[in-house]
């Protein structure tokens, strides 16, 4: 039978950012990530507003329709407040949810943060990114090459707060002893490739904290662009004692000693994130297409001069070798 073993959890503002609008949640078995969202602090009042209702909440039981429930609480809250208080219009947060019971994990995503799975030495990608460049890679309208460098990179299709209720992907994983499962805002993926996310964690494997700080780490040194936020935890044979967020249990993110990550009065200015609604996602679909149409055209049109250049230069050798014959 297995049972929740290590636990880690770390959040950095990165080098960039003047404040950190990422929370989590680390309450057995209970885990989330927020990434918030919105101008001046709203992004760092919805993603806490977000984290303060699965705490206040509590795990309970239930698996998908639990947590399905604690999301809607969650976007209840944030929806709410935005409605409320004008400094706060607009706001909201992605999320990301873990819970551990009888030897398996369910899950809720919404967003672009996302959860990993590690197991046997390989690591995969359970959650699927609410984000418009996400949508246009599906579509095979772009290429992941494209997408790493897309100007909309930070638009999202699907948020907490932005509306009364809000759609939420669940699904659930069968866990076996030695899983790792990661929570993880964009901070740390648009940083760090999975390649070296699983290489990190696998070099520590004997100290989650260690590990967590190594991702930190990487994301400052791969340019920091966004606040860090990675929650983690282990499934052992044997169960460890938990008590929330002790310091025994959960790193709770101070800036590794080495990191060079700005202060507030260094820091440039956030770039919000924003989300775009379906009819948004297929006018920018149809809009794709249509540029896609006109390079096509383009590329058509230079083909067919090319084309008859090299015809009229044939017919120009054809020409003189008929004159020179005559002759």
């Given at each position: ?11 950095d ?17 209970l ?17 806490r ?8 909440s ?87 090459e ?40 964009d ?20 100290d989650m ?7 930190v ?28 967020e002790?310091r025994e ?8 000693d ?6 507030e ?11 775009i ?51």
């Amino acid at each position: 039978m297995s049972s929740l073993g290590h636990v880690g959890a770390v959040t950095d503002p990165g080098r960039k950012r003047r404040r950190n609008e990422d929370a989590y949640v680390v309450e057995p078995p209970l885990f989330a990530v927020a990434d918030g969202m919105g101008g001046a602090q709203a992004g760092e009042v919805a993603s806490r507003l977000a984290a303060a209702a699965l705490k206040e909440s509590g795990a309970d039981e239930g698996g998908e329709q639990r947590i399905v429930a604690l999301i809607q609480e969650a976007n209840r809250r944030v929806y709410d407040r935005s409605n409320r208080d004008p400094s706060a219009s607009g706001m909201g947060t992605t999320m990301t949810v873990a819970l551990v019971e009888n030897g398996q994990v369910a899950f809720g995503h919404v967003g672009d943060s996302r959860a990993y799975l590690i197991r046997a030495g390989a690591m995969e990608q359970l959650t699927e990114d609410h984000s418009l460049v996400a949508e246009l890679m599906r579509s095979g309208k772009l290429s992941p090459e494209e997408a790493e460098s897309h100007p909309q990179r930070s638009v999202i299709t699907r948020a907490l707060g932005t509306d009364p209720d809000v759609d939420v992907d669940t699904f659930t994983i069968a866990a076996e002893i030695g899983d790792v499962f990661l929570l993880c805002s964009d901070g740390l993926t648009t940083m760090v490739s999975n390649g070296a996310i699983l290489e990190l964690v696998e070099s520590h494997r004997g100290d989650m904290n260690k590990a967590l700080r190594a991702l930190v780490q990487a994301a400052n040194r791969g340019g920091g662009e966004d606040n860090i936020t990675v929650v983690a935890f282990e499934i052992a044979a044997e169960p460890l004692a938990h008590d929330g967020e002790t310091r025994e249990h959960v790193f709770a993110g101070e800036s590794p000693d080495d990191e060079d990550t700005l202060t507030e009065a260094d820091a440039v200015p956030a770039v919000d994130t924003a989300v775009i609604s379906a009819e948004e996602i297929q006018a920018e679909l149809k809009a794709t297409e249509r540029r896609e149409r006109a390079v096509r055209r383009r590329h058509l049109r230079r083909r067919a001069l090319a084309w008859l250049a090299l015809i009229l230069i044939a017919a120009g050798i054809a020409l003189a070798l008929y004159l020179r014959f005559l002759r």
